[in-house]
Every structure is written in structure tokens, then in C-alpha cells.
């Protein structure tokens, strides 16, 4: 996140493929017919995709159909000029299907290697686009380490934006892998959700790159972010068409303990249980009646111990607990499970005026699958006047925090990606307090506005969507808003659009007179306000009233019951089918 009233770079445009590009581009095709495919394959990598400004999608309902007629008919030409008409063909085929995405140029280029090619089906067009996405992802890696190799050797101490773009390319390689691995891709969601979560990667790399000086090759590794960035939106959109963008979810099964489906039985009974109950893997006390004194050292013995499988339980004494927390994504499934809300309390102090990128400032960061913490409290103390200081990042898909306390200022909860659900919680800031760019739904939680430094204007949420075929958004469902004592005059709104597709809802939540009247403050002038999406569904209290609220076109002040239902537990981080196992009481519905 940036200050108050700043944009970042990912709002520009982007310039069309020039002509030398697309003769380069109709060569390759040629080609094509008289080399192997895998040659072609290694030879497309190479390819450079220069930008292109005002991409819309288009021909979205016949995109895949097209695709499949034309490769038909290649197929059948009996012409003694067959092979030069079949590459024809199906390079207009290429061009049909890319035209359901919205960079159709890169998507070409990654489709190149199929004419020629025997008739391919929508699927194996899907997967040649993650597989050249991942090709380009490995070369922007490789970019991003010799950077970061170089600036190490210069010894210049505290890791860089370039050090984030390294730990987020390596992430997304992970999760690009999963996507074609059909042992882990197992519903159409999940796809949706880990290329949602690659695509908000790049973003994040672009953001921490603004604090890299030019020098140290920040525009030649922003130019390969950016293309990379297409090539992923291509795959999603590719993914969308195939699938469909309606729901894809099994049931809607509301728990008799209201807990959503996706926690599997023994995490729900770890949640519910009390921590004399449980029988940790690790147990982290100051005054070494544990079996640690720090929770990176039982953090540590738990990764080796588990052997990356099973839940491992890290229970944290009562205490104060002054250290930096990171759980890598392949840590998997690890919960930190403290004696209460302001009894095990984790602190740091790292933020952006320091010489932090907000990514890099988080006092506790969370990027394995299946993170769950409960009964801790995690603060970024750095105080109103450091600018971005993360209390909690959170990026692992499937991840709960419940009866915790977040507190910080300006972005104190980062819920950078992925599906998340927060219950129980209390969570203070001030500026932008809640944002990223996950699919996460706040249930019964406590959220309160503090009063700002230099006379700031406090924003809730600032929700980071960048693609519309992203999963993504902020669900404040059931929750209480509420002003803290010194606030005063100080102006307070649910939320402004950090990126283009800004997603939030409101719903069946309390809200005091903190709240300003018009409800939703613009990022910088127009932007978004047009593409945005912002709803609010049967609150309550003084701050609930609608009839000042902003009139942008994204906004809607009075959303119906179906529309609302779109944004519960159930349906849009589709809860039944992983929540419950954690043993998180939550509604699935409204």
C-alpha cells in the first residue's frame, strides 16, 4: 500500500505490439510446420511481448467453440497446399481463442507452438498457456536472483523490493505447478484462486519495486513483471471461458456448529478446544518451561519434526514475544495457538519510513496453506507517523485467524492472497487498516478506526483487485465498526479503490457515527470509480444510513439478498468445503 492519496504504477497503460513484433510473431508460425514441438516450445520462450494499451476481451462466447470448428475443418483440408492451409487455419483459430483474454497479443505468442500441431481441445490450450507462463516466470526469477545476488555483494544490509520480487516469483512458480498438477487442482475454484493469487504476486512485486532505485534494475525486472503479469490474466481468462464464471462449488451445507466445509474435522476440534487441551507439537514460554523460548526456534523444530506433513501445533505461552515471524509457503498447515487475546502477544516495529517495503514490514507473515492462529495478539507498534507498518500478512490459501487481536496503523492487516477467514477478531489502524487482495470474509469481528497522524482521513479497507476475473474481494459480514475514544472529527470511510476492479462488501453490520455519510472515499480522482464494486446489505447503526453515500456507478448502496448471498462464507470463499475441519464456528450464510 502507498500513502494516503498515492497511486501506484500498476494503474498505467500499456502500449500496443508494434509491426515488427507481429511479422516477428507470423514468421514463428510459419516455422512452425517444419520444426518439432519441442523446439518451438524452448523458441516461444524467447519471445518479447511489448505492451498493448486498452486490451478488451472480446468474442467471449465463442472463443473456445471457434477454436474447436476451425481446428476441425484444418483438419479435413485435402488441398495440395494442406499444410500451408491447416497453419493458416489454425493460427485464426489461435486468434479466436485469444480473444477471450485481455492481452490477445501475448496470448498468441504463447500459443504459437500449437500450429501445426494436431487439433488440441480447450483443456490443452488452458495448460500450453500456464506452461508458457511458468517458462516466463522461471526467466523473470532468474532475473530477480542475479539482481538480488548482486545487490547482497554490494553489502548494502536490509533486503530490497528486488528480495520481494525473488520470494514472490518463487510462490508463484509453486502455485502456476499446482495448477497443472491434477492431484492438487482438484475443483475449477482452486484454479481460479491460485492463479488469482500469481497474478496478485506481480502486483505486489511491482509495488515493492518502487523503492528500488533505478540502478539496481528495477525498470528492466518492472518490464518482465509486466509481461509475465499478461501472460498470467491470459491463463485465467482462458481458465474462466473453459469453466465458466458462475459458481462451481459442491453444496451449500450450512454445519450444525456453523463452520465452513473446507477445515477438516480435527482442526475444528483444535479450535474449539482449549489450549490446556491440546496436545502441542512445540511449546513456546519465556521463561523456558517450554520447549522453546522463542517462536521462530519452535517454528523451526516443527518444520523439520513434521516432514511437511500434518497440522503442527505451536502452542505460545502467555508473554511478549519481541521478534519477526515468517512462515515460508512450504510450511504448510501451521498453527500458532496463544493463552488469549492480549496474553501472548508477538511485537515489531518495522515499517516503510525505516527503509521497509510494506510486503517486508510484517511483524508475524503467514504464506504457508492452511495457516490458522488463535488466541494471539500481533502488533506493529511503529505509531501513526511511519507510514505502511504490517502487523499481519497472511498469504496461504485456506487460512483462518481466529479470537485474535490485530493492531497497528496505516496497514495493519495485509490479506496479500488466496482464500482467508477471520472470526472473532478484533483488528485496529487507521489508514487503509484492511487490505491486499484475497478472497477473505470477516465474520463477527470487532473493527475499529484509530485516530491518524497529520491529519489523515481513515480508510478501512482498501481492497487491491487488478483483473476481473479475479476471485478476490473483502467480506465484512455480521461485524461491529466501531470509533475509537480519541478519534473525534477525524473523517472515516469503509473503504477506496487501491486497484482498478476494487471489490468490498458491507453486511448485517454495526456501524457507529464514525463512519462519514458518503461511506466511500476515491483513491485519486476518477480512477476506478467506474469498475469498481462496493456494497452494503442491511447494516445497522448511525453510520449505516445510505442516503448520502457516494453516487459512482460501482456502488451499491441497497444490495438485494441474492446479490449479498454472493459474498457469505459458503459462496465466495466457498467455506462448506474447507472450514469446518478447523473447527471455526461461522456462518455460511446471510
Known amino acids: 500500500m502507498f500513502p494516503f492519496g498515492s497511486m501506484s504504477s500498476s494503474m498505467s497503460m500499456y502500449e500496443r505490439v508494434s509491426s515488427k513484433d507481429r511479422e516477428k510473431k507470423k514468421k514463428f508460425i510459419l516455422w512452425a510446420c517444419a520444426i518439432s514441438l519441442v523446439i518451438i516450445l524452448s523458441t516461444a520462450l524467447s519471445l518479447t511481448t511489448t505492451k498493448q494499451a486498452g486490451a478488451k476481451p472480446k468474442g467471449l462466447a465463442s472463443s473456445y467453440h471457434s477454436f474447436s470448428t476451425v481446428s476441425r475443418a484444418a483438419a479435413a483440408t485435402t488441398t495440395t497446399s494442406s499444410t500451408t492451409t491447416t497453419t493458416t487455419k489454425i493460427s485464426s483459430a489461435i486468434t479466436f481463442a485469444c480473444e477471450a ?34 517458462g516466463r516466470a522461471h526467466s523473470v526469477r532468474a532475473m530477480a536472483y542475479n539482481l538480488t545476488l548482486n545487490h547482497q555483494k554490494l553489502g548494502s544490509g536490509r533486503p530490497t523490493g528486488m528480495d520481494d520480487c525473488l520470494e514472490l516469483l518463487d ?16 475443483s475449477p475454484h482452486d484454479i481460479k484462486t491460485w492463479l488469482s493469487a500469481a497474478l496478485t504476486n506481480q502486483a505486489t512485486c511491482k509495488d515493492s519495486l518502487q523503492i528500488v532505485e533505478a540502478s539496481d534494475g528495477k525498470d528492466a525486472m518492472s518490464r518482465q513483471v509486466e509481461s509475465l503479469t499478461q501472460f498470467i490474466s491470459n491463463s485465467l481468462a482462458l481458465h474462466m471461458k473453459l469453466n465458466g464464471t458462475g459458481s462451481d462449488a459442491g453444496g451449500r451445507k450450512l454445519l450444525s456448529d456453523g463452520f465452513p466445509a473446507w477445515l477438516s474435522a480435527a482442526d475444528r476440534k483444535l479450535l474449539e478446544a482449549p489450549p490446556e487441551d491440546v496436545r502441542p507439537d512445540a511449546v513456546v ?100 507517523s511511519k507510514q505502511q507498518g504490517v502487523a499481519l500478512l497472511v498469504g496461504g490459501d485456506k487460512s483462518v485467524i481466529y479470537q485474535c487481536s490485530i493492531q497497528g496503523y496505516q496497514d495493519t492487516l495485509y490479506t496479500l492472497s488466496n482464500r482467508q477467514f477471520y472470526s472473532q477478531d478484533d483488528i485496529y489502524g487507521t489508514v487503509d487498516f484492511i487490505f491486499g487482495n484475497s478472497a477473505v470474509v470477516f465474520q463477527n469481528c470487532y473493527i475499529q478506526p484509530r485516530k491518524a497522524g497529520g491529519g489523515q482521513k481513515n480508510v478501512i479497507t482498501a481492497q487491491g483487485r487488478e483483473d476481473p476475473n479475479q476471485n478476490t474481494g473483502i467480506s465484512i459480514h455480521k461485524c461491529r465498526i466501531v470509533g475509537a475514544s480519541d478519534l473525534g472529527g477525524t473523517p472515516t470511510y469503509l473503504g477506496r479503490p487501491w486497484k482498478k476492479y476494487s471489490r468490498t462488501v458491507v453486511m448485517e453490520t454495526y456501524m457507529d457515527d464514525s463512519i462519514d455519510p458518503a461511506g466511500w472515499e476515491p483513491w485519486s480522482g476518477s480512477f476506478a470509480l467506474s469498475t469498481l464494486y462496493y456494497g452494503e446489505y442491511a447494516n445497522t447503526g448511525p453510520g449505516a444510513s445510505t442516503s448520502g453515500r457516494v453516487g459512482w456507478s460501482g456502488v451499491h448502496s441497497s444490495l438485494s439478498a441474492s446479490e449479498a448471498s454472493k459474498f457469505t462464507v459458503s459462496e465466495f470463499i466457498f467455506g462448506d468445503s474447507w472450514l469446518p475441519g478447523t473447527g471455526v464456528s461461522y456462518n455460511a450464510g446471510l
Do not use: W
Request: glycine share 12%.
Open 285 to 384: 514460554a519465556k521463561d523456558g518451561s517450554g520447549t522453546h523460548k522463542t517462536i521462530n526456534e519452535a517454528i523451526a523444530f516443527v518444520s523439520l519434526a513434521s516432514g511437511g506433513g500434518g497440522r503442527s501445533v505451536i502452542h505460545v505461552k502467555s508473554g511478549t514475544y519481541n521478534e519477526y515471524i515468517k512462515i515460508p509457503t512450504k510450511q504448510k498447515n501451521v498453527m500458532l495457538m496463544g493463552d488469549g487475546k492480549g496474553k501472548s502477544v508477538i511485537v515489531g516495529s518495522k515499517n516503510v519510513e525505516n527503509g521497509y517495503t510494506t510486503y517486508g514490514s510484517a511483524t508475524v507473515a503467514a504464506m504457508g496453506a492452511g495457516f490458522i492462529a488463535k488466541g494471539v495478539t500481533i502488533i506493529n507498534n511503529s505509531g501513526a
Open 101 to 134: 483474454t485481455h492481452y490477445p497479443n501475448a496470448c498468441e505468442s504463447a500459443l504459437a507452438s500449437l500450429a501445426g500441431a494436431p487439433t488440441k481441445s480447450a483443456k490443452e490450450v488452458f495448460d500450453v498457456s500456464v506452461q508458457f507462463a511458468m
Open 171 to 186: 510462490i508463484t512458480l509453486d502455485q502456476l505447478n499446482d495448477v497443472l498438477d491434477p492431484k492438487k487442482s482438484s
